[in-house]
């Protein structure tokens, strides 16, 4: 069937005991919960999802959108977002919908996509905040952090970065601004203090990509790498294997933003 109007969605959701956003079978993915609440909240209206960022297993997000495909006009936005978060389950919440038009692609459309990884370490942490902060016991150098971070700025070759890309995949990106700073986007008494963001803005990422970046973060901070090292793996040709994935609940998919033009 095809769509006569089409809406943007924005939601938030909590990742820990969620199988990422795509739907797969026998587990509980975020897209299925959000088509499962549709289903309900919309009767026998026919519609479609496609979301704009998948997120792997147990990774959260602050602002993830998905496109809304309908053959019905919704005429009171503002109460189909209230029946939305009536029927979600505690950890997912709609903030805000509005309506687009059949030239918009969620997929095509150049968007830019901000992504923080909050982390401790030289300390046991309050189990409590293991769906939202890594904890490493190490002690860790954060100034070579730091310097590790900035390097990833820039257009390089995150080959290294990804699971088993196909010999022919692009694996060139560019990242517009990665940095540590410290956590000052979400806090509850129960975090470890102090806490830090690893801060990643690109239009673009492959699998697993940002967890790979935060592993040789993390080795740069244990002294087990060292700067040049970690430089000369953003270059073409680098051949070793990067197999440190940080956690995956420290992740937040902070924002996507979608570019006018």
């Known amino acids: 069937m095809k769509a006569s109007f089409y809406y943007l969605i924005h939601i938030q959701y909590l990742g820990y005991r969620f199988h990422g956003w795509a739907k797969q079978p026998n587990v509980k993915t975020v897209h299925y919960m959000v088509d499962r609440t549709l289903t309900f909240v919309m009767g026998q209206q026919w519609f479609k999802t496609l979301g704009a960022s998948r997120t792997d297993a147990m990774v959260s997000a602050n602002e993830a959108v998905f496109e809304l495909f309908t053959k019905d006009h919704i005429t009171d936005l503002d109460n189909f977002i209230n029946l939305l978060n009536k029927n979600l389950p505690a950890d997912i919440r709609a903030i805000k919908v509005e309506e687009t038009d059949r030239h918009f692609n969620i997929i095509k459309t150049p968007k830019l996509k901000e992504y923080i990884y909050l982390f401790a370490f030289g300390q046991k942490a309050h189990p409590f905040s293991s769906p939202f902060v890594s904890t490493f016991i190490d002690e860790f150098?954060?100034?070579?952090?730091?310097?590790?971070?900035?390097?990833?700025?820039?257009?390089?070759?995150?080959?290294?970065y990804t699971k088993k890309p196909a010999a022919d995949k692009l694996t060139t990106r560019v990242i517009d601004k990665a940095e540590i700073v410290p956590n000052t986007f979400f806090k509850a008494n129960?975090?470890?203090?102090?806490?830090?963001?690893?801060?990643?803005?690109?239009?673009?990422?492959?699998?697993?990509?940002?967890?790979?970046?935060?592993?040789?973060?993390?080795?740069?901070?244990?002294?087990?790498?060292?700067?040049?090292?970690?430089?000369?793996?953003?270059?073409?040709?680098?051949?070793?294997?990067?197999?440190?994935?940080?956690?995956?609940?420290?992740?937040?998919l902070n924002e996507v933003k979608f570019e006018e033009g």
């Open 141 to 160: 150098d954060l100034e070579l952090m730091k310097q590790g971070a900035k390097a990833f700025e820039g257009e390089h070759d995150f080959r290294a």
């Open 190 to 252: 129960f975090f470890p203090e102090p806490s830090y963001a690893f801060v990643v803005q690109g239009k673009g990422f492959m699998r697993n990509q940002i967890r790979i970046m935060m592993g040789q973060l993390i080795l740069l901070g244990r002294n087990e790498i060292d700067l040049e090292y970690h430089i000369s793996s953003l270059k073409s040709g680098f051949s070793d294997h990067l197999s440190l994935v940080a956690p995956a609940s420290g992740l937040i």
